[in-house]
């Protein structure tokens, strides 16, 4: 009797590689003439909120653009991460927080899950939470699959995991 080959599609950002990105930025910010005497700074917040504060809009925006350039250069996609709004702080500085995505959204979930389905090969793909599981009897047609995947555009960068083949 043989059993289904699977694999799980989730979307994951690495905490330690954010906190080294943090690390990195809170240092070239306090480094930087410009923004030396900002009182700017940049926390984690728990596993999925990263807090930014700063004098003003503009020196903000500074921020922000450092913390990006550590996060692209620590592997960590900004399509998982997603920008609040920015709110007057005390001692007339702002804030913003910025929220670490984890797991694929219903939104994409429901994209691959289609484009699976549309791609006729012979594979059963479900949502189970914030992942999509993928299952069929050949594996080839699984790696055609995150082949499709790979290429498509979904908004979340894509990891594979749980991969089972017999």
Known sequence: ????????????????????????????????????????????????????????EYKLKAVIEILSQKLVKRGV??????????????????????KLKQGVNSDAAKKIVAMIKDSKLKAQASIQGDTVRVVSKDRDILQQIMGKLRAGDFGVELQFTNYRSN
């Open 1 to 56: 009797m043989a059993s289904d080959n699977s694999f799980d599609v989730v979307s994951k950002v690495e905490i330690q590689e954010v906190k080294n990105a943090i690390d990195q930025a809170s240092k070239e910010v306090h480094a930087r003439f410009d923004l030396k005497d900002s009182k700017s700074s940049i926390e984690l917040q728990g596993q999925d909120t990263i807090q930014l504060a700063s004098q003003d």
């Open 77 to 98: 996609s900004l399509k998982n991460i997603e920008y609040e709004k920015i709110e007057p702080a005390a001692n007339s500085s702002v804030r913003q927080k910025i």
